[in-house]
């Protein structure tokens, strides 16, 4: 079993940034695939970024490139997501997952283990 809780949400204005944080506890945070997907109100859960167990390699929704960081540190079982050039269309609870598969996947119910989410609010 995995508890993730995630961290870092609020309201900021258009252009600004956050940092999300995601600090798991449990099993071997290392053997974990780990992601962030978001949720807006009435819209599907969404594929955000990855990051592969070593941290070696990362994968971003075409939406988000350029603006969004993910990285972890295993050491801290932790993995971040860094947000810059927000935009009003990034508003939705953005939630950690965990995948304990060995294939990068970008669909929802392929990961083993969710946070509880937390808010992101984008002002134009």
């Known amino acids: 079993q995995v508890q993730l809780v995630e961290s870092g949400g609020g309201l900021v204005q258009a252009g600004g940034s956050l940092r999300l944080s995601c600090v798991a506890s449990g099993r071997t945070f290392s053997n974990y695939a780990m992601a962030w997907f978001r949720q807006a109100p009435g819209k599907e859960r969404d594929f955000v970024a990855s990051?592969?167990?070593?941290?070696?390699?990362?994968w971003y929704e075409d939406s988000v490139k350029g603006r969004f960081t993910i990285s972890r540190d295993n050491a801290r079982k932790s993995v971040y997501l860094q947000m810059n050039s927000l935009k009003p269309q990034d508003t939705a609870v953005y939630y950690c997952?965990?995948?304990?598969?060995?294939?990068?996947?970008?669909?929802?119910?392929?990961?083993?283990?969710w946070g509880q989410g937390t808010q992101v609010t984008v002002s134009s």
């Open positions: 997952a965990a995948d304990s598969g060995l294939l990068h996947q970008t669909t929802p119910r392929m990961y083993d283990y």
């Open positions: 990051i592969t167990r070593s941290g070696g390699a990362t």
